[in-house]
């Protein structure tokens, strides 16, 4: 595995099934929803309105293998597929998870829109460069995730929806150059929203041993925790709002992400 094409192509043939952390960290990845067309503007809208959690990358045009912002993601020899090509995904139902799966076509409808959402994934590769390698790449494991109390701006039926928050341990003499580093990636989450213990307590997080989502990173008495916002936040939206929406909603599963054929450096530039 050599190039994001590469690796989606083990994701579509099922080959790979797990968490993309630590995955060719140079390149950006994504977050991904696909709704139906009927509530895309609102989600859009939200998205505008919220970009600290829902960075909004690009979205579906008229297919499941086109994007409005093509600079992503490469006509590569293997093309590429928002249904085949994550490693796992969620469906929804009446705002609950129903299922579990490795490729969603059976549930694309030709009214579906996707959307793809910055992921803080993306910057890890300069943390690593830095000398300030993120817990859960080091240990290979998920970003620890969890729901807070902050809420997003609403838009249209997204309403009263909560962020969720991604958590990596640093020393507190390392938080400057984490902050300086990460604050330059705005379109992928940029700088933490919060750190230390006061700052879990703010955000609404009773236990940090126990995430809503991802693995749980034990924090050393030498850490503090630092919060950054979570593409998976678009998932609590659902969660939260789906009762109001008929047809299926479909997700990546935590922590498993789309690999893009560009790093940020050229995306930010292009």
Same mark, same amino acid.
């Given at each position: 595995?050599?190039?994001p ?24 990845q ?7 067309g009927?509530?895309?503007k ?9 970009p ?22 490469t006509?590569?020899?293997h ?39 910055g ?9 690593i460069?830095a ?24 838009? /249209? &039926? ?6 969720v928050?991604?958590m990596?341990?640093?020393? +507190?003499? =390392?938080?400057?150059? !984490? ?22 307590i703010?955000? /609404? &997080? ?13 924090? +050393?008495? =030498?850490?503090?925790p !630092? ?10 939206a ?13 997700t ?11 790093t ?7």
């Amino acid at each position: 595995m050599s190039t994001p094409a590469d690796f989606r192509l083990l994701c579509r043939r099922e080959e790979f099934t797990s968490h993309t952390s630590g995955i060719l960290p140079s390149y950006m990845q994504a977050n991904l929803l696909i709704l139906p067309g009927a509530i895309a503007k609102d989600f859009e809208d939200l998205c505008h309105r919220n970009p600290v959690p829902c960075p909004l990358l690009a979205k579906t045009e008229r297919s499941f293998d086109k994007l409005d912002n093509v600079s992503l993601i490469t006509h590569s020899d293997h093309g590429f597929d928002i249904r085949t090509d994550i490693p796992k995904y969620h469906i929804f139902q009446g705002g609950r998870l129903q299922e579990k799966s490795n490729d969603c076509r059976m549930y694309w409808r030709d009214n579906y829109v996707g959307f793809l959402i910055g992921c803080s994934y993306s910057f890890e590769g300069s943390l690593i460069s830095a000398g300030l390698p993120p817990k859960n790449a080091v240990l290979g494991q998920n970003v620890s995730m969890y729901k807070t109390t902050k809420y997003m701006d609403a838009s /249209g &039926i997204f309403a009263r929806c909560p962020y969720v928050v991604s958590m990596r341990p640093y020393k +507190e003499k =390392d938080l400057d150059a !984490v902050r300086s580093i990460t604050s330059e990636y705005k379109l992928t989450h940029g700088g933490p929203i919060d750190w230390g213990f006061d700052g879990a307590i703010r955000l /609404g &997080i009773s236990d940090l041993s126990k995430p809503e989502y991802g693995d749980a990173i034990d924090i +050393e008495d =030498d850490e503090i925790p !630092v919060f950054w916002g979570c593409g998976v936040t678009p998932h609590l939206a659902i969660e939260t709002v789906g009762h109001l929406i008929e047809e299926p909603v479909i997700t990546h599963a935590p922590g498993c992400m789309l690999l893009l054929d560009t790093t940020y450096k050229q995306f930010s530039e292009s």
